[in-house]
């Protein structure tokens, strides 16, 4: 199972329904209640995160303060040994990736890619919770299954 595949939580709720590992009817209700519930609160942890990145690099890209901070920061690491050794490498690579904001100033073009780079972290964190949080669901019910059918 990946993420997108628990985007609705259908997929997770169907297969609880029809896991013969799940026992009876109810447990495989339950079961499928909970990873519908573990998805919503990834999707609404996700989109909150992606939301409030997005306006934080907004605003701070618009902001002189922030660019002004950006650019001095910039100017220091250029000067560094580590970014003279790697520079000439991650040059071709980060031109690909930055022609669209050719426009822009280098402080935005920083504030923009750190935003972008928060974003993907947050998102890949929120997706692996998910996931794991949707292993722990699937294995109480099956545990809770096999308590079940000891006992009949």
Do not use: W
């Not at 306006?55 to 000067?79: C, E, P, R, Y």
């Not at 031109?95 to 750190?114: C, H, R, V």
């Amino acid at each position: 199972m990946n993420v997108g595949s628990t985007i609705s939580g259908v997929p997770s709720a169907a297969y609880a329904l029809t896991d013969n590992t799940k026992g009876s009817i109810g447990n495989r209700i339950d079961c499928g209640k909970e990873q519908i519930a573990n998805t919503a609160k990834a999707s609404i942890k996700g989109t909150g995160v992606a939301l409030g990145l997005g306006a934080a690099t907004g605003l701070a890209a618009t902001s002189k303060h922030a660019n002004k901070f950006v650019q001095v920061a910039l100017d220091k690491i250029k000067q560094t040994d580590t970014y003279k050794t790697f520079a000439p490498q991650a040059k071709e690579l980060v031109k690909k990736g930055i022609d669209a904001f050719k426009k822009l100033p280098g402080s935005t073009k920083a504030i923009a890619l750190a935003g972008g780079g928060l974003a993907m972290l947050s998102s890949y964190m929120i997706g692996n919770q998910c996931l794991f949080k949707a292993g722990q669901i699937d294995q109480k019910y099956t545990d809770k299954a096999k308590l079940q059918k000891v006992v009949e």
